[in-house]
């Protein structure tokens, strides 16, 4: 079966760094995107970054953008997503998904193009 599993998260003062990890297995991942999003309690689940395992073209929501950067291994079936200069209200669950996006025309930057979802990982960012 399809499994994504996230770690990295922990608690972390403002301006601090994380890196979260999402290890992908139970199928080849070739002509997907891999995408990180996030929800705070009482928000609404929000884009955060993805990319393409088959190139190098990134996305980013305008909080994170400059702040986030997300990459691959693709040997490993892993895909990180580095945060610095954390804010307090980057504080949320982040998950990971995997979709079979179609089109690359389309960014990846929306939760109804994935299929594949984590379990999430916890992200605190203290002022």
């Known amino acids: 079966q399809v499994q994504l599993v996230e770690s990295g998260g922990g608690l972390v003062q403002a301006g601090g760094s994380l890196r979260l990890s999402c290890a992908a297995s139970?199928?080849?991942?070739?002509?997907?995107?891999m995408g990180w999003f996030r929800q705070a309690p009482g928000k609404e689940r929000e884009f955060v970054a993805a990319?393409?395992?088959?190139?190098?073209?990134?996305y980013y929501a305008d909080s994170v953008k400059g702040r986030f950067t997300i990459s691959t291994d693709n040997a490993k079936n892993t895909v990180y997503l580095q945060m610095n200069s954390l804010k307090p209200e980057d504080t949320a669950i982040y998950t990971c998904?995997?979709?079979?996006?179609?089109?690359?025309?389309?960014?990846?930057?929306?939760?109804?193009?994935?299929?594949?979802w984590g379990q999430g990982t916890q992200v605190t960012v203290s002022s």
């Open positions: 139970g199928r080849t991942f070739s002509g997907y995107a």
């Open positions: 990319i393409r395992w088959s190139g190098s073209r990134t």
């Open positions: 998904a995997a979709g079979a996006t179609g089109s690359i025309l389309v960014p990846p930057t929306t939760a109804r193009l994935y299929e594949y």
